[in-house]
């Protein structure tokens, strides 16, 4: 008669396990009372460049943030509770114990744990997004920025540009046409109306097309109000778009040349002469570049037409200069008219890696 097979003795090691699944359930909770950990849609707050040291970048951007934001909304309150750890990560407590007590306490202090301001992953080198609750941030930072403006103090070292984003969805061109339709209402549908412009930028996604995307918010801040113009100079609205990986993130801004791209550097300097919304183009081509616009503010009977040429000193150094055919739009319609113009003025921006 065979004799039976004996099976090899197991490690004893269910203590060990016990306490492993013990902290990975702990961790996943805390991050679901706490909220998300990385930029995804749904999301508002600021997304913040930086140079080359991140986590400087996030001291002071609480500090910033927390200064001005106590400003405008009175201090955040906090708890003991909320300040200390809960649960017992010590190796004699029993794992299930332990488990019910952690859930209760997380459960217990899940507001508290929502913080004004949070960081979290933007899925980006040198860029760092902080999430906002209870805020306008789009407000936020252009009160920091008129402070700084005014002030000319400089109280960062780090921190190059401060975008608000007021609102994220998926980085595919049907979410982005069907999420703008509404978020670009508040300033765009009539009566509402404004000049405008629209600035793009793409961080690690390939799916995207630049071109395809303009021409699309361009078309929908068109169909809202047939008013809306596009203004490559000083235009009243910034319509900012960053897609990094798969969230779209989109923003309206007010005074966007006026403070220096949203760069907190720049606005602190002080410009020769504030009223050039181009202080880095002094080659001449400037003062025709002015007098041009002054012409086509001043003589409202030409309507359509003096908007439809396209300022040729909105390209960066070592663009290629567009055709003057391109710089001509097609005038049967108010979607490809702005679509076209906004076109043209968008590619100042491509070589912005700020």
């Keep these: 008669m065979a004799e039976p097979v004996q099976q090899p003795p197991q490690p004893s090691g269910g203590k060990r396990k016990g306490k492993a699944q013990y902290v990975q359930a702990k961790r996943a909770r805390r991050c679901d009372a706490g909220g998300p950990r990385q930029l995804e849609p749904g999301l508002q707050g600021i997304l913040i460049?930086?140079?080359?040291?991140?986590?400087?970048?996030?001291e002071e951007a609480y500090s910033l943030l927390n200064e001005y934001g106590d400003d405008m909304y009175g201090p955040e309150k906090f708890t003991d509770k909320d300040q200390q750890p809960s649960g017992s990560e010590g190796e004699d407590d029993d794992v299930?114990?332990?488990?019910?007590?952690?859930?209760?306490?997380?459960?217990?202090?899940?507001?508290?744990?929502?913080?004004?301001?949070?960081?979290?992953?933007?899925?980006?080198?040198?860029?760092?997004?902080?999430?906002?609750?209870?805020?306008?941030?789009?407000?936020?930072?252009?009160?920091?920025?008129?402070?700084?403006?005014?002030?000319?103090?400089?109280?960062?070292?780090?921190?190059?540009?401060?975008?608000?984003?007021?609102?994220?969805?998926?980085a595919f061109l049907e979410d982005m046409k069907k999420y703008a339709e509404t978020f670009l209402e508040p300033?765009?549908?009539?009566?509402?109306?404004?000049?405008?412009?629209?600035?793009?930028?793409?961080?690690?996604?390939?799916?995207?097309?630049?071109?395809?995307?303009?021409k699309e918010l361009a078309g929908i801040v068109g169909s809202l109000n047939s008013e809306n113009k596009v203004d490559l100079t000083n235009p009243q609205y910034t319509v900012?778009?960053?897609?990094?990986?798969?969230?779209?993130?989109?923003?309206?801004?007010?005074?966007?040349?006026?403070?220096?791209?949203?760069?907190?550097?720049?606005?602190?300097?002080?410009?020769?002469?504030?009223?050039?919304?181009?202080?880095?183009?002094g080659n001449g081509k400037e003062v025709k570049l002015e007098s041009d616009v002054k012409l086509n503010q001043n003589d409202p009977s030409e309507g359509k037409n003096n908007q439809q040429?396209?300022?040729?000193?909105?390209?960066?150094?070592?663009?290629?200069?567009?055709?003057?055919?391109?710089?001509?739009?097609?005038?049967?319609?108010?979607?490809?008219?702005?679509?076209?113009?906004?076109?043209?003025?968008?590619?100042?921006?491509?070589?912005?890696?700020?």
């Design 309 to 354: 040429v396209v300022p040729e000193n909105n390209e960066e150094p070592g663009q290629t200069k567009p055709k003057p055919e391109s710089q001509v739009v097609n005038e049967e319609g108010a979607k490809p008219e702005l679509a076209d113009q906004v076109m043209e003025g968008c590619k100042s921006n491509e070589n912005d890696h700020s």
């Design 96 to 170: 299930e114990a332990a488990l019910k007590k952690e859930v209760g306490d997380i459960k217990a202090s899940t507001e508290m744990r929502l913080r004004r301001f949070q960081s979290m992953e933007s899925g980006a080198n040198n860029v760092v997004f902080i999430r906002t609750l209870g805020i306008e941030p789009e407000k936020l930072v252009h009160h920091i920025l008129q402070d700084m403006y005014k002030t000319k103090k400089k109280k960062t070292r780090v921190i190059l540009r401060m975008l608000p984003i007021s609102g994220t969805c998926k």
């Design 240 to 281: 900012v778009v960053e897609i990094i990986k798969a969230v779209c993130c989109l923003s309206v801004v007010k005074d966007y040349m006026l403070f220096r791209k949203y760069n907190l550097q720049e606005v602190v300097k002080s410009a020769k002469d504030p009223s050039q919304p181009h202080p880095k183009l």
């Design 49 to 58: 460049t930086c140079n080359m040291n991140e986590r400087k970048c996030v």
């Design 187 to 214: 300033w765009f549908k009539a009566p509402n109306k404004g000049t405008f412009q629209i600035v793009y930028k793409s961080r690690n996604n390939s799916h995207m097309n630049r071109e395809e995307v303009i």
